[in-house]
C-alpha cells in the first residue's frame, strides 16, 4: 500500500538557518508525484514545492527545495534561510500514478511543525 | 472569492445530529475531493468524485455520506455526527488535465467542525 512517513513530528530552527524536513514514501507506481504544503495557524494548506518521479532535477522553488533520492524512497523539504513566517505545520504528500490514468488522490504524511526562533 | 470555499468556516453540533459541509469551486475542474485532518494523522481522504456521475469511497468513508449536485459543488454529510468526527475536513479539487503539476490542486480553507 502507497505511504508517505514523515518521522519527525516537531522540529526547532534558528532563524536565518536551512532546516530539513525528512520525508519517506512506498508505493511501487513508476510513476508518481510528490508535493511539501505548509499549513500555517490560519489553518490553510499552501503548496510550496513538486517533484515528479521521472524529473531528473530537484525541484526549487525559492528558498524551498526538495532532496529527491528515488532510490532511496525519500523526498526531503529543505528550507534555506528560515524567517520567523516559516513556524507552521508542514505536509509531505504523493500523488499516486500521473497523467490522465491517475486518480489525482493524494496520500499525506503525518506532519511535521517546524517553529522558527529568532 | 476564493476558488474553493467552503461553508460553515466553524461549526460546533450536537452528536446525533445530521450537518452538511459545503464545497463550491469556480476553478472549472472535474475532480473534487473530501479531506479529513486529526492531528498525528494528516489528511486522509473520505470520498473524491471525478464528476456528478462519478463517486467514490476513500480510506475513511463510514459515517459520511456525499452530494455531487453540478461539477462546482461537493457536499459532504455527517448523518449522524458522533465526538470522534471532530476534526478539520478540507474539501480540494484538481484538474485531470494537469494532473501531473502543482497547479492541479486547490484547497479550501477547512471547516473546523466539533461535535459535542
Known amino acids: 500500500a502507497q505511504k508517505i512517513t514523515q518521522t519527525q513530528p516537531g522540529m526547532f530552527v534558528q532563524e536565518k538557518e536551512a532546516v530539513t524536513l525528512d520525508c519517506t514514501y512506498d508505493?511501487?507506481?513508476?510513476?508518481?508525484?510528490l508535493f511539501w504544503y505548509k499549513q500555517p495557524s490560519s489553518g490553510e494548506m499552501i503548496f510550496l514545492i513538486y517533484?515528479?518521479?521521472?524529473?531528473?532535477q530537484n525541484a526549487t522553488e525559492g528558498r524551498y527545495s526538495l532532496n529527491f533520492q528515488k532510490a532511496r524512497k525519500s523526498a526531503n523539504l529543505v528550507i534555506s534561510a528560515s524567517q520567523l513566517g516559516d513556524s507552521a505545520m508542514y505536509f509531505c504528500?504523493?500523488?499516486?500514478?500521473?497523467?490522465?490514468?491517475?486518480?489525482?488522490?493524494?496520500?499525506f504524511g503525518q506532519g511535521t511543525t517546524l517553529q522558527v526562533k529568532p | 472569492d476564493a476558488d474553493v470555499t467552503q461553508t460553515p468556516r466553524n461549526r460546533i453540533t450536537k452528536t446525533g445530529k445530521r450537518i452538511m459541509l459545503e464545497c463550491s469551486q469556480t476553478?472549472?475542474?472535474?475532480?473534487m475531493y473530501w479531506y479529513r485532518q486529526d492531528p498525528g494523522l494528516g489528511l486522509r481522504l473520505i470520498y473524491y468524485?471525478?464528476?456528478?456521475?462519478?463517486?467514490n469511497k476513500g480510506e475513511i468513508s463510514d459515517g459520511y455520506s456525499v452530494s455531487r449536485q453540478a461539477q462546482a459543488k461537493f457536499s459532504l454529510s455527517l448523518e449522524s455526527a458522533i465526538p470522534n468526527q471532530t476534526a478539520l475536513y478540507f474539501c480540494?479539487?484538481?484538474?485531470?488535465?494537469?494532473?501531473?503539476?502543482?497547479?492541479?490542486?486547490?484547497f479550501g480553507s477547512g471547516t473546523r467542525l466539533t461535535v459535542v
Open positions: 480540494a479539487t484538481s484538474d485531470q488535465a494537469n494532473a501531473d503539476h502543482y497547479y492541479g490542486y486547490t
Open positions: 508505493t511501487s507506481d513508476q510513476s508518481y508525484g
Open positions: 517533484q515528479g518521479s521521472y524529473d531528473e
Open positions: 504528500a504523493m500523488r499516486e500514478g500521473r497523467g490522465s490514468g491517475n486518480t489525482g488522490k493524494l496520500i
Open positions: 476553478k472549472g475542474h472535474d475532480r
Open positions: 468524485s471525478f464528476d456528478v456521475k462519478d463517486i
